[in-house]
């Protein structure tokens, strides 16, 4: 087995390891409202996630091509690979960390940031890798700053309307009602989930089998792909992510089922509209942000405001620290290959 067939298969490793932590670390954002709002039981709830997740895989060729071949320009070389490995490897990192504190960060970033960081490390070193900004811009940016003010805007609203329509309805009734229409609403948060995240990692995969000479076309995605990386989500889905579901059902707002079924209704709108566009924006923001536009109709002192600031702030770092931490793993992988 020679070095290059080596590289490549360690940086699918390393893709699938993140789909893993990306599952047990976004696990929470499909099923945290159901299971804090008691309208599923946990472990029920954890394995129609990482159904959902599955199925959403099949359905996100578009975000996964524009992470293959729309954010970074990597040479068929061993540098494009090691770029691949040590962008990954610090992105897992940082899941790691976030996920030890509690805080529900967007892995997807965290992918981003790490082989951002990875490249242009290769690229001051060596040369011929290069960020595409433009691309970063465009389908990575601008969706990050506007995807969480909608899902806020919409989550308020959506609640607005709960209000307004089932004002007259009997508070146990209602509940009831909607603890049942979550099991829907969660469902599809699960599904949209996939459609992203097991996207980003199949792009990953093909990103690495292309710059390894193993296929000619960065967007051309394997059916095996498909199924590695909806099942590498699925099982780390299943495991749960408890320490970041306590944080978003419990610490952010008081949930119950009619918030629950407002925020992952418009979560999962967000998470749908964005798939088809092929933007790859975080599942973690869009449903954060919804619990929060949800909560801010209680009035102020509804949401606990400290809170949504530490997860902002996380938020935040997210991106130069798994840059950081992918430009200063690329040297030692640089040298193992």
Known sequence: MDANLIAVVVAIA???????TNGFHDSANAIA???STRALKPRTALAMAAIGNFIGAHLGAA????VADGLVSLPVSMTGLIIVIAGVCGSIGWNYIAWYFGWPISASHSLFGGVAGATLAASWFVGGAEVIWMGFLTKVALPTVISPLVGFACGFLAMLAVYWIFRKGRPDRLNRGFRHAQT?????????HGMQDAAKT????VLALYVGGYQDSATDIPQWVYFAAAGALALGTYQG????IKTLGRKIIDLHPPQGFAAETVASTVLFANTLIGAPISTTHIITSSIMGVGSTGGKRAVRWGVARTIVMAWILTFPVAALVGAL???PVSWIF
Request: aromatic share 14%; charged share 5%.
């Open 33 to 35: 409202t159901s299971i």
């Open 184 to 192: 829907v609403s969660a469902a599809a948060m699960a599904v949209g």
């Open 202 to 205: 199949m792009g990953i995969i």
């Open 241 to 244: 992510g408890w320490r970041i």
């Open 329 to 331: 793993l690329y040297f």
């Open 14 to 20: 390393a893709a699938l390891m993140f789909a893993y």
């Open 63 to 66: 975000v996964a091509k524009t």
